[in-house]
C-alpha cells in the first residue's frame, strides 16, 4: 500500500503488507515491464527483491502523479527505470 505522508508535498510511505509475496505475480505484471522483471528475477535474496520492488513502485507512482500535474497520462508498464553502466538510476518512458 502506498499512503501520501501527512504534511509533504511529495512524500510516500509504502508498506507490503502479510499478503504481498503471495501477490507478487500479479505486482509484477502490473507495474513492470518485461526487462524490469527479467532484472527482478535475477536476483537471488528476498531483501534485495524486496529494494528493488519497492523503490520502483514508489518512483513510478511519483512519475505518474508528475506527469498527471503537468496534463500527460502514463501506465505503470509505460515508466520504465533503468540504469546505465555507470549505475545512474534514471525513468524512461516513450510517451511526452
Do not use: H, W
Not at 7 to 23: E, H, R, T, V
Request: some cysteine.
Amino acid at each position: 500500500m502506498i499512503r501520501k505522508i501527512k504534511g509533504a508535498d511529495f512524500g510516500y510511505f509504502l508498506k507490503f503488507s502479510p499478503c504481498f509475496f503471495s501477490l507478487l505475480p500479479a505486482y509484477l505484471f502490473i507495474f513492470f515491464t518485461e526487462k524490469e522483471r527479467r532484472e527482478f528475477k535475477n536476483f537471488r535474496s528476498k531483501r534485495r527483491k524486496i529494494q528493488f520492488i519497492g523503490g520502483r513502485i514508489v518512483a513510478k507512482f511519483a512519475l505518474r502523479k508528475y506527469l498527471k500535474k503537468r496534463g500527460m497520462e502514463a501506465g505503470y508498464k509505460e515508466i520504465e527505470i533503468r540504469k546505465r553502466e555507470s549505475g545512474e538510476v534514471y525513468a524512461f518512458c516513450e510517451k511526452g
